[in-house]
Nanobody, 116 residues
Framework: QVQLVESGGGLVQAGGSLRLSCAAS????????MGWYRQAPGKQRELVAVISSGGSTTYGDSMKGRFTISRDNAKNRVVNLQMNSLKPEDTGVYYC?????????WGQGTQVTVSS
């Protein structure tokens, strides 16, 4: 059983910063990628950022230059997402995702609200 526990969401003013963390636990043999997706009300879930086991990163277009995804080297099952220069359009539920060799898992989601 794999669990993804997210933390760090909240309310912030436009221009502010938040840091999200996601920790994977359970029976894990090989993580291929871990990352974040978000879903705003009435919109489809979209890519925020992912990081591969080799350290390569991919960002959604509107996040480039503002968001940074990283792994905790001491805890290779933890990924962090530093979000700077937040905009009201960044508001949504942010979901952690982990892809393993034979399965994909989602966290419960954490709310991020950016006020104007």
């Amino acid at each position: 059983q794999v669990q993804l526990v997210e933390s760090g969401g909240g309310l912030v003013q436009a221009g502010g910063s938040l840091r999200l963390s996601c920790a994977a636990s359970g029976t894990i043999f090989s993580i291929i990628t871990m990352g974040w997706y978000r879903q705003a009300p009435g919109k489809q879930r979209e890519l925020v950022a992912v990081i591969s086991s080799g350290g390569s990163t991919t960002y959604g277009d509107s996040m480039k230059g503002r968001f940074t995804i990283s792994r905790d080297n001491a805890k290779n099952r933890v990924v962090n997402l530093q979000m700077n220069s937040l905009k009201p359009e960044d508001t949504g539920v942010y979901y952690c995702n982990a892809v393993f060799q034979t399965s994909s898992h989602w966290g419960q989601g954490t709310q991020v609200t950016v006020s104007s």
